[in-house]
């Protein structure tokens, strides 16, 4: 199905070039003069290849058709990830390279969106936020809570992000996993 170029995000599967690329990142640059233009990195599904592309906003792309499976991670091994259909019980192992920069917030027993063409998989979604504990948090500096400041925190599976002054070391706080940012104290 064709689309506008300007539409492509990260997870889309598109057609260029007589190869097929999944999506990892898009930017749109507005220059000073002249149209706009999307920058994607893209990564050959065959191959794996990374490449950047850039593309006029007016242009159209061939997107494919994803079928979206729920299926849970059952464990990892070096760079492959084991999950598992929820509805047949059917084990696959996939690239961790699917998940892009997500990959690091995996834990076991997630339930994960495959998106899958012609069978092969091709994109790896994890929820929208998970909950982890802060392993570490700087202490807060007198007067650091006047302003909307936020301090470095380390988190159970190893990630640093910022997060508010009132959060300390074994609390637990819901990260977003696209961009790993700080959303709110966990409840409960």
């Given at each position: 199905?064709?689309?506008?170029?300007n539409q492509m995000r990260p997870g889309h599967v598109i057609e260029h070039e007589g190869r097929r690329w999944t999506i990892l990142k898009s930017h749109i640059n507005t220059p000073g003069k002249g149209a706009a233009v999307i920058q994607v990195e893209m990564r050959d599904l065959k191959t794996g290849a990374k490449k950047d592309e850039r593309w006029r906003t007016v242009d159209t792309v061939e997107r494919l058709q994803t079928e979206e499976r729920e299926m849970d991670f059952l464990f990892a091994t070096g760079e492959m990830l084991t999950l598992m259909d929820k509805e047949t019980f059917e084990q696959i192992e996939v690239s961790s390279e699917l998940a892009g920069e997500a990959k690091q917030f995996l834990q076991e027993g997630m339930t994960?969106?495959?998106?899958?063409?012609d069978g092969d998989p091709v994109a790896v979604h994890l929820p929208q936020t998970v909950v982890l504990e802060v392993v570490e948090a700087d202490p807060v500096v007198k007067g650091q809570?006047?302003?909307?400041?936020?301090k470095p925190a380390v988190l159970a599976n190893g990630v640093r992000i910022m997060v508010p002054p009132?959060?300390?070391?074994?609390e637990k706080v819901v990260v977003r996993t696209e961009d790993a940012t700080y959303v709110e104290r966990a409840r409960g």
């Open positions: 199905m064709k689309m506008q170029a994960l969106t495959v998106d899958f063409v809570t006047a302003a909307s400041s936020y009132f959060i300390e070391s074994g």
